[in-house]
Protein backbone atom coordinates (compact mmCIF):
# COMPACT_ATOMS: atom_id res chain seq x y z
CA UNK A 1 0.00 0.00 0.00
CA UNK A 2 1.38 3.51 -0.73
CA UNK A 3 1.70 5.82 2.12
CA UNK A 4 -1.02 8.61 -0.07
CA UNK A 5 -4.13 6.52 0.00
CA UNK A 6 -2.77 5.72 3.80
CA UNK A 7 -3.89 9.25 4.86
CA UNK A 8 -6.99 9.45 2.73
CA UNK A 9 -8.53 5.81 3.71
CA UNK A 10 -10.91 7.26 6.17
CA UNK A 11 -12.67 9.90 4.24
CA UNK A 12 -12.72 7.58 1.10
CA UNK A 13 -14.67 4.71 3.15
CA UNK A 14 -16.73 7.34 4.46
CA UNK A 15 -17.41 8.66 0.71
CA UNK A 16 -17.78 5.05 -0.79
CA UNK A 17 -20.01 3.91 2.31
CA UNK A 18 -22.87 6.60 1.36
CA UNK A 19 -21.98 6.65 -2.66
CA UNK A 20 -24.62 5.06 -5.03
CA UNK A 21 -24.82 1.19 -6.05
CA UNK A 22 -24.47 0.14 -9.23
CA UNK A 23 -27.40 0.34 -11.20
CA UNK A 24 -29.68 -2.83 -11.43
CA UNK A 25 -29.33 -4.90 -14.36
CA UNK A 26 -32.01 -6.79 -15.88
CA UNK A 27 -31.05 -10.54 -16.11
CA UNK A 28 -29.67 -11.88 -19.17
CA UNK A 29 -29.26 -15.30 -20.88
CA UNK A 30 -31.22 -18.15 -19.07
CA UNK A 31 -31.90 -18.23 -15.03
CA UNK A 32 -28.95 -19.24 -13.08
CA UNK A 33 -28.22 -22.29 -11.64
CA UNK A 34 -29.41 -22.82 -8.49
CA UNK A 35 -26.01 -25.67 -7.59
CA UNK A 36 -23.16 -24.80 -5.72
CA UNK A 37 -20.60 -22.24 -7.75
CA UNK A 38 -17.01 -22.17 -6.47
CA UNK A 39 -13.95 -19.82 -7.64
CA UNK A 40 -10.44 -20.45 -6.98
CA UNK A 41 -7.40 -17.68 -7.59
CA UNK A 42 -5.43 -19.83 -9.64
CA UNK A 43 -2.66 -17.32 -10.61
CA UNK A 44 -2.23 -13.57 -9.42
CA UNK A 45 -0.02 -11.54 -11.65
CA UNK A 46 0.92 -7.50 -11.90
CA UNK A 47 2.48 -4.18 -10.21
CA UNK A 48 -1.26 -3.75 -8.71
CA UNK A 49 -1.87 -6.93 -6.76
CA UNK A 50 0.76 -9.58 -5.34
CA UNK A 51 0.09 -12.82 -4.66
CA UNK A 52 -2.61 -12.56 -1.53
CA UNK A 53 -3.91 -9.18 -2.37
CA UNK A 54 -7.12 -10.29 -4.42
CA UNK A 55 -10.31 -12.06 -2.97
CA UNK A 56 -12.93 -13.32 -5.04
CA UNK A 57 -16.61 -13.68 -3.60
CA UNK A 58 -20.13 -15.11 -4.92
CA UNK A 59 -23.21 -13.82 -4.51
CA UNK A 60 -26.13 -16.08 -3.49
CA UNK A 61 -28.56 -16.07 -5.74
CA UNK A 62 -25.56 -16.90 -8.44
CA UNK A 63 -25.66 -14.11 -10.14
CA UNK A 64 -23.01 -11.87 -9.94
CA UNK A 65 -19.26 -12.19 -8.02
CA UNK A 66 -16.50 -9.83 -6.92
CA UNK A 67 -13.09 -9.09 -6.92
CA UNK A 68 -11.83 -7.28 -3.86
CA UNK A 69 -8.03 -5.88 -4.09
CA UNK A 70 -6.21 -4.66 -1.28
CA UNK A 71 -2.98 -2.90 -2.39
CA UNK A 72 -4.00 -1.55 -6.11
CA UNK A 73 -3.27 2.11 -6.01
CA UNK A 74 -1.34 4.23 -8.94
CA UNK A 75 -0.15 7.68 -7.94
CA UNK A 76 1.99 10.27 -9.43
CA UNK A 77 3.51 13.88 -8.54
CA UNK A 78 5.42 14.36 -5.10
CA UNK A 79 7.57 12.15 -4.12
CA UNK A 80 6.41 9.51 -6.19
CA UNK A 81 8.50 7.02 -8.05
CA UNK A 82 7.95 6.99 -11.81
CA UNK A 83 6.77 3.66 -11.56
CA UNK A 84 4.08 4.07 -9.25
CA UNK A 85 2.03 6.41 -12.23
CA UNK A 86 0.76 2.92 -13.76
CA UNK A 87 -0.57 -0.40 -11.83
CA UNK A 88 -2.04 -3.56 -13.76
CA UNK A 89 -3.37 -6.69 -12.32
CA UNK A 90 -3.73 -9.98 -14.73
CA UNK A 91 -5.88 -12.62 -12.36
CA UNK A 92 -6.49 -16.58 -13.64
CA UNK A 93 -10.05 -17.74 -11.94
CA UNK A 94 -11.29 -21.26 -12.24
CA UNK A 95 -14.50 -21.11 -11.64
CA UNK A 96 -16.62 -24.72 -11.24
CA UNK A 97 -20.13 -24.32 -12.46
CA UNK A 98 -22.79 -27.00 -11.98
CA UNK A 99 -22.83 -29.73 -14.96
CA UNK A 100 -25.62 -29.00 -17.81
CA UNK A 101 -24.72 -24.59 -17.59
CA UNK A 102 -22.24 -22.61 -19.29
CA UNK A 103 -21.92 -18.72 -18.56
CA UNK A 104 -20.56 -15.37 -19.75
CA UNK A 105 -19.91 -11.92 -18.12
CA UNK A 106 -22.91 -9.46 -18.95
CA UNK A 107 -21.18 -6.33 -17.17
CA UNK A 108 -18.30 -5.29 -15.49
CA UNK A 109 -19.00 -2.93 -12.51
CA UNK A 110 -15.91 -1.33 -10.99
CA UNK A 111 -15.36 1.25 -8.30
CA UNK A 112 -12.36 3.18 -6.06
CA UNK A 113 -11.57 5.83 -5.12
CA UNK A 114 -9.33 8.86 -6.64
CA UNK A 115 -7.38 12.56 -6.19
CA UNK A 116 -6.38 13.85 -8.89
CA UNK A 117 -4.43 17.53 -8.40
CA UNK A 118 -5.67 20.19 -11.04
CA UNK A 119 -4.31 19.34 -14.04
CA UNK A 120 -3.82 15.59 -13.30
CA UNK A 121 -5.46 12.90 -14.88
CA UNK A 122 -6.34 9.04 -14.04
CA UNK A 123 -7.15 6.06 -16.37
CA UNK A 124 -8.92 2.84 -15.42
CA UNK A 125 -9.01 0.12 -18.12
CA UNK A 126 -10.01 -3.82 -17.88
CA UNK A 127 -10.77 -6.49 -20.60
CA UNK A 128 -11.21 -9.99 -19.71
CA UNK A 129 -11.15 -13.70 -21.86
CA UNK A 130 -11.39 -17.07 -21.22
CA UNK A 131 -8.28 -19.30 -21.56
CA UNK A 132 -7.34 -19.70 -25.36
CA UNK A 133 -9.79 -17.34 -26.46
CA UNK A 134 -8.91 -13.81 -27.75
CA UNK A 135 -9.00 -10.99 -24.99
CA UNK A 136 -12.52 -8.88 -25.39
CA UNK A 137 -11.62 -5.20 -26.26
CA UNK A 138 -9.88 -3.45 -23.43
CA UNK A 139 -12.26 -0.65 -22.36
CA UNK A 140 -11.11 2.69 -21.21
CA UNK A 141 -12.29 4.80 -18.70
CA UNK A 142 -10.99 8.64 -17.73
CA UNK A 143 -11.00 11.14 -14.60
CA UNK A 144 -9.38 14.59 -14.67
CA UNK A 145 -8.50 16.90 -12.21
CA UNK A 146 -9.34 18.50 -9.64
CA UNK A 147 -11.55 15.58 -8.33
CA UNK A 148 -11.27 14.09 -4.71
CA UNK A 149 -13.98 11.64 -4.59
CA UNK A 150 -15.26 7.62 -5.14
CA UNK A 151 -15.07 6.97 -8.98
CA UNK A 152 -17.64 4.27 -10.40
CA UNK A 153 -17.56 2.69 -14.26
CA UNK A 154 -19.76 0.31 -15.50
CA UNK A 155 -18.37 -2.05 -19.00
CA UNK A 156 -21.49 -4.01 -20.86
CA UNK A 157 -21.60 -6.26 -23.28
CA UNK A 158 -24.31 -6.43 -25.96
CA UNK A 159 -26.51 -9.54 -25.77
CA UNK A 160 -25.55 -10.88 -29.00
CA UNK A 161 -21.86 -10.00 -28.80
CA UNK A 162 -21.31 -12.49 -25.18
CA UNK A 163 -18.92 -14.60 -25.01
CA UNK A 164 -19.35 -17.83 -23.30
CA UNK A 165 -17.24 -20.64 -21.57
CA UNK A 166 -17.13 -23.78 -23.85
CA UNK A 167 -19.85 -26.67 -22.68
CA UNK A 168 -17.93 -29.41 -20.86
CA UNK A 169 -14.37 -27.43 -20.65
CA UNK A 170 -12.69 -26.05 -17.76
CA UNK A 171 -10.96 -23.12 -18.88
CA UNK A 172 -9.40 -20.21 -16.59
CA UNK A 173 -11.60 -16.70 -17.06
CA UNK A 174 -8.60 -13.89 -16.72
CA UNK A 175 -9.16 -10.70 -15.81
CA UNK A 176 -6.63 -7.92 -17.03
CA UNK A 177 -6.97 -4.30 -15.20
CA UNK A 178 -5.36 -0.99 -15.65
CA UNK A 179 -4.80 1.79 -13.32
CA UNK A 180 -2.73 5.26 -14.62
CA UNK A 181 -2.13 8.86 -13.25
CA UNK A 182 -0.70 11.50 -15.01
CA UNK A 183 0.63 14.61 -13.27
CA UNK A 184 2.99 15.80 -15.78
CA UNK A 185 0.18 19.01 -16.49
CA UNK A 186 -0.51 19.23 -12.31
CA UNK A 187 1.63 21.45 -9.81
CA UNK A 188 4.69 19.41 -9.45
CA UNK A 189 4.75 19.18 -5.47
CA UNK A 190 0.88 17.76 -5.32
CA UNK A 191 0.44 13.64 -5.60
CA UNK A 192 -2.14 12.19 -7.15
CA UNK A 193 -3.93 8.73 -6.86
CA UNK A 194 -5.98 6.35 -8.04
CA UNK A 195 -7.17 3.20 -6.44
CA UNK A 196 -9.45 0.16 -6.93
CA UNK A 197 -8.55 -0.68 -3.15
CA UNK A 198 -9.98 -1.69 -0.23
CA UNK A 199 -8.94 -2.63 3.30
CA UNK A 200 -12.22 -3.73 5.00
CA UNK A 201 -14.04 -4.85 1.37
CA UNK A 202 -16.02 -2.55 0.87
CA UNK A 203 -14.43 -1.51 -2.32
CA UNK A 204 -14.77 -4.09 -5.37
CA UNK A 205 -15.54 -4.99 -8.88
CA UNK A 206 -18.45 -6.80 -9.46
CA UNK A 207 -18.46 -9.24 -12.22
CA UNK A 208 -22.38 -9.90 -13.77
CA UNK A 209 -23.13 -13.72 -15.07
CA UNK A 210 -25.09 -14.14 -18.20
CA UNK A 211 -26.62 -17.96 -17.67
CA UNK A 212 -26.76 -20.26 -20.75
CA UNK A 213 -27.79 -24.45 -20.68
CA UNK A 214 -25.32 -26.48 -22.45
CA UNK A 215 -26.70 -28.52 -25.13
CA UNK A 216 -27.20 -32.34 -24.04
CA UNK A 217 -23.68 -33.25 -26.72
CA UNK A 218 -22.10 -30.39 -24.61
CA UNK A 219 -23.00 -31.98 -21.04
CA UNK A 220 -20.20 -33.72 -19.27
Not at 31 to 49: F, L, M, Q, R, W
Not at 187 to 208: E, Q, R
Request: some cysteine; overall charge negative.
Amino acid sequence: MLSTFGAAAAAAALLLAGSAAPSPMARVGDEPPTGKITIDVATVNGSGCRPGSAAVAIAPDNTAFTVTYSEYLAQAGGDSKPTDARKNCQIALNVHVPQGFTYAIARADYRGYASLAPGAKGLEQAGYYFQGSQQTNRKSHTFSGPYDTNWQTSDETDVDALVYAPCGEQRYFNINTELRVDATAAKPSATSFMAMDSTDGSINTLYHFAWKECPASGRK
